[in-house]
């Protein structure tokens, strides 16, 4: 409810819960961590005050701010400028919903994940209260409707557009992606931040569309 008011506040209590969770796979000292499309590098810190080597790929300068952090590299997650297999961890926080071509974005942490080496990857799904972003939970009306209502409530415009720095990714298409890749694992599929029955809701056709609230999804890359 505060991400807009206080970042700082807001991502650092997210990146310390999103490095337990890689952690529950193993620790990250002396691991190489890439962080793609990290914004201001909250994760990439996080990991690197826990003894890992973490690089920040980001596409957006506005997002890295005017001073980015030590391994910070503007650049694009659809093509990564890393050779394959240089990372134990290839990490990804609320990316996949503004990106255009989830496929690709999603091979692209692959290909740089060493065999073995995890890929954590969580996205905001379009029909859950939270799917609209700033605007939410009014895109359950329509996303025009939604941005409109905003600017009269706010007197400024939108961060995100549908089809421009949003997209409606679902639960559904993206477990079925996945599960048919045969270059990875998928070793959890569940919601981020339920605190019960997180792994039981993405099961279910049709609620964990909107139940779920935001897909987390650890895979392993395979020999």
Known sequence: MQEQQDPEHCYTLLARDAADQVEAYGPVDGRTVVDVGGGAGYFTAEFRRRGAQAYLFEPD?????????????????????????????????????????PVTFISE???????????????????????????APWHYLGADRAVARYRRRTGKAAKHTLGENLFAVHVGPTLRQVRARDDVNVLSARSRYWPFLAEAVPKVPVLREVATWNLLLILRRCA
């Open 61 to 101: 300068a506005a997002e890295l701010g005017a001073a980015p952090g030590p391994g910070a590299v503007r650049a694009d997650g659809y093509l990564l400028p890393l050779a394959d297999g240089v990372a134990d961890v290839a990490f990804s926080s609320n990316v996949l919903e503004h990106v255009d071509d």
């Open 109 to 135: 942490m692959v290909r740089v994940t060493r065999p073995g080496g995890l890929i954590y990857l969580s996205f905001t799904n379009w029909y859950s209260p939270w799917g609209g972003h700033e605007w």
